[in-house]
């Protein structure tokens, strides 16, 4: 019996994880016809239970029609909006069941739908699709748009952000100091009702889609904190804070805008990105993390000097911090950029900006950045008519390039198939024979009598040769001569 328990734990197992019997284990199956039946069963349970989990997941996600215009307004809703061809779409569909997934399990108000908006393009284009997949929270009256990374925990914690008040208390000091160590960067107000907690609540409102916004009183602030003046609104970030002052720093929308960065941070495609909606100019140390060298290690620290030391000067305008490899930039720049170096970019009109010398020391690199800020610095690239045309060029091949890279048959396929087709064409065209209707044309010129000498030319030129049909034309009387 042991070995019959053996054996019938196996086949359990097995038909759980769909794995296949050897002729063995069926053979035993046919000698033991009701402990096949008992596994049968457990297997079909299992399957049953599986197939409610995956049901359960399914319905994590709402698919949305054209009612949801007038069954939205009462709830928070996170929505994609989507493409069936799109290829990011059909990416981005797993990662959306875990957001519908991960918000239900943790208790949030929100609700995850997808919309197919191609089916309901007029519905989409009121909430102002115009690419897929675009992502976005409706909040009453309000929708924001999703603009970062599209990972689970990324749009988590957006939606947890944007779902929840635009200014959030901070009613203790234990509360202060806990979110001073999540955020890298903290903007709180401080101080009771005032013209500039309205602004700050306007300001909270619209770009609650990048940070977290804090009240407080002014003893939940550590002792080391002065203010010059209450209310105010103040930035915790690079273990300092900076005090908002309306007549130096303009408008509280931009200046939050600019200050909602550290001022040095590692950069990417998608940081720089972000980074060209403050209107700052990017200045990057260009290293390899991977390989890195006492000329990389020297560049990364010069420029985090210039950002902590020179941040009263430079920080309205200038953005600091590193991009590992040069791929990004080169592309960017539609050309090749030396590892290790230094390069300022202007990601409003595309412009960039290289040191005429080597930056050896950080009062050269100073000398740099002032240059590029006067005006005196050469341009390079911009978003000029020429500049577009070599921009789709680059574009283009750089397409072409990463098709052969990755798949060199489905290049051939793709680019090759078509030149041939185009090639035997062309080939075909030019090695054509015409017919111009020459001889049609010297015919029709000719008299009767040239047309008759014309005619006993081509008879000697065959030499005087019969064909059947000149026989048929002869009369019978001469045939029977011949």
Known sequence: MSFQKEIWRDVTSRMRTRAPLSHCRISCLLLFPAEAMAALRVSLLYGVIAALVSSTVQVFVEDLDDTFKESRVNDIWLVDFY??????????????????????SSGSPVRVGKMDATAYSGMASEFGVRGYPTIKLLKGDLAYNYKGPRTKDDIVEFANRVAGPAVRALPSKQMFQHMMKRHDVLFVYVGGESPLKEKYNDVATELIVYTYFFSASEDV?????????????????????????????????????????????????????????????????VIDEKDPTEESDRLKAMIQTVAREYREHLNRDFQFGHMDGNDYINSLIMGEVTVPSVIILNTSNEQYFLPSQPTETTEQLV???????NGS???????????????????????????????????????????GVISLMCYGICTAETDDGSDDF?????????????????????????????????????KKTD
């Open 83 to 104: 493409a069936p061809w799109c290829g990011y779409c059909k990416k981005l569909e797993p990662v959306w069941h875990q957001v519908g997934a991960e918000l239900r």
């Open 367 to 373: 000398q740099f950045i002032s240059s590029v800020l």
């Open 221 to 285: 602030l550590p002792e080391s904190v002065t203010l010059p003046e209450v209310p105010a609104v103040i930035v915790f970030k690079d273990d300092a804070y900076f005090t908002y002052d309306e007549y130096e720093d303009g408008g509280l929308s931009g200046w939050v805008n600019r200050e909602r960065f550290q001022g040095y941070l590692p950069i990417d495609g998608f940081t720089l990105y972000e980074l060209g909606e403050t209107g700052k100019l990017v200045a990057i140390a």
């Open 442 to 478: 010297k015919r029709e010129g000719l008299t009767d009598e040239e047309e008759e000498d014309d005619d006993e030319d081509e008879g000697e030129e065959t030499g005087g040769l019969e064909g059947p049909d000149d026989e048929a034309e002869k009369d019978p009387e001469e």
């Open 377 to 419: 610095a050469q341009a390079h690239g911009g978003d000029g008519f020429i500049q577009r045309i070599k921009r789709v060029a680059f574009d283009a091949r750089s397409t072409v390039m990463s098709v052969f890279r990755s798949s060199p048959l489905l290049g051939c396929f793709l680019f090759g198939l078509p030149l």
